[in-house]
């Protein structure tokens, strides 16, 4: 069974990536042999980081809980809005509390906008973090363009092409990560 961690990193009223992670976890619970989990950043609420897990004695409430879970994971998918042409502060200061739990491990990265071109621009920042961190960046990737009309508020790909890209980009990182275990 490979444990796979799913990271939504919107926390905003009303956010619209909750739909894509809903989707994205609906994906990996059809696929076989996969053992999925969501961390959802609003609830986990952690605070301003100040030092690494590991340089702070006692660690913050939840982030030694998020270390073992990523350190354990055989794999990650980060979803993410685009702010601004970057990712959020939010899911930056969650990522930066740890170092060595990411080191090869296979990372897919979903990021979502309202807009027309899929958070490109926070797909690229994210690329340069998780490189810098040690992890495998798989090359399937899942933009979402126009979220409130491509998925439904239960979280349903309103166009089915989003159906095959993901189970495809899950195919990839599943074939990734059961090399990497061995
Ligand atoms: C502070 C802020 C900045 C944003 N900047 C961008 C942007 O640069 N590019 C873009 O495509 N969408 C941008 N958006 C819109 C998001 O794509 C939109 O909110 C989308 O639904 C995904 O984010 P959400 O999960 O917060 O809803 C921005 C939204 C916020 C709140």
Same mark, same amino acid.
């Given at each position: 069974?490979?444990?796979?961690?799913?990271?939504?990193?919107?926390?905003?009223?009303?956010?619209?990536?909750?739909?894509?992670?809903?989707?994205?976890?609906?994906?990996?619970?059809?696929?076989?042999?996969?053992?999925?989990?969501?961390?959802?950043?609003?609830?986990?609420?952690?605070?301003?980081?100040?030092?690494?897990?590991?340089?702070?004695?006692?660690?913050?409430? #939840?982030?030694?809980? !998020?270390? $073992?879970? %990523?350190? *354990?994971?055989?794999?990650?998918?980060?979803? =993410? @809005? &685009?702010?601004?042409?970057?990712?959020?502060?939010?899911?930056?200061?969650?990522?930066?509390?740890?170092?060595?739990?990411?080191?090869?491990?296979?990372?897919?990265?979903?990021?979502?906008?309202?807009?027309?071109?899929?958070?490109?621009?926070?797909?690229?920042?994210?690329?340069?973090?998780?490189?810098?961190? #040690?992890?495998?960046? !798989?090359? $399937?990737? %899942?933009? *979402?363009?126009?979220?409130?009309?491509?998925? =439904? @508020? &239960?979280?349903?790909?309103?166009?089915?092409?989003?159906?095959?890209?993901?189970?495809?980009?899950?195919?990839?990182?599943?074939?990734?990560?059961?090399?990497?275990?061995?």
């Amino acid at each position: 069974m490979l444990k796979v961690l799913v990271i939504l990193g919107s926390v905003r009223c009303g956010r619209m990536s909750e739909r894509v992670a809903t989707f994205v976890m609906n994906r990996l619970a059809a696929a076989e042999g996969i053992s999925a989990e969501l961390v959802d950043l609003a609830v986990l609420d952690l605070p301003i980081m100040e030092e690494r897990l590991g340089r702070i004695d006692p660690p913050p409430p #939840g982030v030694a809980d !998020l270390g $073992a879970k %990523i350190e *354990v994971a055989d794999a990650l998918v980060i979803v =993410s @809005p &685009e702010y601004n042409h970057g990712y959020p502060g939010v899911l930056k200061n969650a990522l930066d509390y740890f170092y060595a739990q990411y080191k090869r491990t296979p990372v897919a990265l979903v990021t979502v906008s309202n807009g027309g071109h899929g958070g490109v621009n926070a797909w690229a920042q994210l690329v340069t973090v998780f490189v810098q961190l #040690g992890a495998i960046v !798989l090359p $399937a990737t %899942i933009a *979402v363009s126009n979220v409130e009309k491509t998925f =439904s @508020p &239960e979280g349903e790909a309103l166009d089915p092409a989003y159906v095959k890209r993901t189970d495809r980009m899950i195919d990839d990182l599943v074939w990734l990560a059961t090399r990497l275990k061995d």
